[in-house]
């Protein structure tokens, strides 16, 4: 089995910064990919970014590159996500996903084996 835990979320002004992370335990010998979707109350899940193993690929949903950057720490077993230039609409929940089985950095909830339990990102304006 694999754990994935976020933290970092919180109450932000709008234009503010945010780092989340996500640690990851259990079952890590594989090479995963990892991702970050969101999901606000009635909306359904949103992709928002992913990454490889090695770093080199990475992925951002619609609008979110160059406010949002992806990354990870393989010695530590944690991925990051960076959000600057924070808005209200970025408020959500916000989810860290290890794709355990390929090294794709999928941007579908389907290619995602574990998920933690999400950290609440809230934006005011």
């Known amino acids: 089995q694999v754990q994935l835990v976020e933290s970092g979320g919180r109450l932000v002004q709008a234009g503010g910064s945010l780092r989340l992370s996500c640690a990851v335990s259990g079952r890590t010998s594989r090479n995963y990919a990892s991702g970050w979707f969101r999901q606000a109350p009635g909306k359904q899940r949103e992709f928002v970014a992913s990454i490889d193993w090695s770093g080199r690929t990475t992925y951002y949903g619609n609008s979110l590159k160059g406010r949002f950057t992806i990354s990870r720490d393989n010695a530590k077993n944690t991925v990051y996500l960076q959000m600057n230039s924070l808005k209200p609409e970025d408020t959500a929940v916000y989810y860290c996903?290890?794709?355990?089985?390929?090294?794709?950095?999928?941007?579908?909830?389907?290619?995602?084996?574990?998920w933690g339990q999400g950290t609440q990102v809230t934006v005011s304006s």
């Open positions: 996903a290890a794709c355990y089985f390929t090294n794709y950095p999928g941007t579908e909830p389907g290619d995602y084996d574990f």
